[in-house]
């Protein structure tokens, strides 16, 4: 079935740092693709979205671009904030038999310290 | 304000009790979910509706049991055969229907503990 990879963390960075955070998925047909944030005992904020190949996807400095020929959208921020610690996930949704699926990596965790 | 609300946040429940976790929405969608979360790991889902008297299992069901009686409400029972309850859990909606594909809206989360 279709799922999704996502880089284990914790990932650590100083302040103004360059963050990437990679995702790879599987999908047999063509699927939207998703970041989400997690802040501590929160639920999930969608960050940005892609719904078709070579979309860029843009929100609060973050950019993920939809790559069909690696099957990726690795997320990338030019310069990280303490604010930015968080949880990341990367997802994917698509159809099942006329139906939305969505599919979660096990998530990033980000620590960005000052 | 449109969103998904969940209550209570944090629920203690004892060995051998039934509790409903509750997730309300005024976003008019169609499509709701729970997922639970574990400590360090990604969400695992339990159940889905894509519209009303209508659900289907996710892939960890067992143990528990819901309802879709309305399009706004999707309750969540954790029932005592549930053997390892404690968890995050998370609801949430997105506007898909047949021939869809769009994002989804959380809620803020029930914390469940077994006492």
């Known amino acids: 079935g279709d799922s999704v990879t996502q880089m284990e963390g914790p990932v650590t960075l100083s302040e103004e740092a360059f963050l990437t955070i990679n995702c790879t998925y599987t999908a047999t047909g063509y699927p939207s693709l998703f970041w989400y944030v997690q802040y501590p005992g929160e639920g999930l904020q969608l960050l940005l979205k892609a719904t078709k190949a070579d979309d860029k996807g843009s929100n609060k400095g973050f950019e993920a671009t939809y790559r069909k020929e690696t099957t990726s959208f690795h997320l990338e921020k030019g310069s990280v904030q303490v604010s930015d610690s968080a949880v990341y996930f990367c997802a994917l949704s698509y159809m099942n038999t006329g139906f939305q699926k969505l599919v979660f990596g096990t998530g990033t965790r980000l620590l960005v310290s000052p | 304000d449109g969103g998904i609300t969940q209550s209570p946040k944090y629920l203690f429940r004892k060995e051998g009790q039934n509790v409903t976790l509750s997730c309300e929405q005024n976003?008019?969608?169609?499509?709701m979910y729970w997922y639970r979360q574990d400590p360090g790991q990604g969400l695992r889902l339990i159940y889905y509706s894509q519209i009303v008297n209508d659900f289907q299992k996710g892939d960890i069901a067992e143990g528990y049991s819901v309802s879709r009686e309305k399009k706004e409400s999707f309750p969540l029972t954790v029932t005592s055969a549930q053997k390892n309850p404690t968890a995050f859990y998370l609801c949430?909606?997105?506007?898909?229907?047949?021939?869809?594909?769009?994002?989804?809206?959380f809620g803020q989360g029930t914390r469940l503990t077994v006492v």
């Open positions: 949430a909606s997105s506007i898909a229907g047949r021939g869809m594909n769009t994002e989804a809206f």
């Open positions: 976003l008019n969608h169609d499509a």
